[in-house]
């Protein structure tokens, strides 16, 4: 799968900066955005979309995940392989949309630990606050994968991240179905020359940022789309 990285090419607004920034480009998870975004789209057919997309995104997202040599012996000769590192990699959905994201990475590391992340956006200051968490206190040289559907006005994954670079996260990839540019630009700017091994993959950059903070197009709320409105 090729992923455009914003950082190198500009045609998505020119990003530029320390967070590397990978932009999906395929036609199956075009596909599948397409179908997801449509307001007709039930969440049963919501939530598995999410699921397939998570899974396409994850197989790039860890590209750089830590692997240690493995010799086995085939029926035939020994092979020389490699597999996933000790401490596994931890999988922090950010709740409550990035819950439906978790199955399909978890699908794809089923070894990974998981951790909760309770954050909530004030829809007035649009300022994310932690509500919850469920991870080790100490994360030193982990892998961190966060998950959270829509990166919006960046907020809510800068606390979540910093949360975790607290805690001496080793790197940090957030996976995200669609991001807006002024969420791009504004976790640009605030890691801006701290040289920290920060990734966003993301499905699809979409137009800006609506007066409510919804991405535009976008797909609307992507919690209640998932799981109701409640
Ligand atoms: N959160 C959502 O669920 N949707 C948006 O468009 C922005 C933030």
Redesign the pocket.
């Known amino acids: 799968m090729t992923l455009k990285r914003a950082c190198d090419k500009p045609p998505f607004g020119g990003y530029s900066g320390d967070v590397k920034i990978h932009v999906a480009d395929h036609p199956l998870i075009t596909h599948k955005l397409t179908v997801l975004r449509d307001e007709k789209t039930p969440s049963p057919t919501f939530r598995q979309l999410t699921e397939e997309i998570v899974m396409l995104l994850a197989y790039e997202a860890t590209r750089d995940v830590h692997t240690v040599a493995k010799d086995v012996q085939t029926p035939v000769a020994i092979a020389h392989g490699a597999v996933l590192a000790k401490p596994r990699p931890v999988v922090v959905p950010i709740l409550r949309?990035g819950l439906g994201m978790l199955e399909g990475m978890v699908r794809l590391i089923p070894s990974a630990e998981v951790g909760f992340l309770g954050m909530v956006r004030d829809e007035v200051t649009l300022k994310a606050s932690t509500y919850a968490n469920r991870l080790p206190e100490d994360l030193t040289g982990r892998q961190c994968y966060i998950l959270d559907?829509?990166l919006?006005t960046g907020g809510t994954l800068i606390a979540a991240i910093d949360y975790l670079l607290e805690r001496g996260a080793l790197d940090i990839t957030a996976i995200t179905i669609l991001s807006s540019p002024e969420g791009i630009a504004t976790l640009q700017k605030e890691y801006e020359g701290k040289n920290l091994p920060i990734t966003i993959v993301t499905g699809a950059l979409d137009e800006k940022l609506n007066e409510k903070?919804?991405?535009v197009p976008?797909l609307?709320?992507?919690?209640d789309r998932l799981y109701g409105v409640v």
Do not use: L, Q, S, T
């Open positions: 949309a559907p829509m919006a903070g919804y991405i976008g609307g709320d992507a919690g």
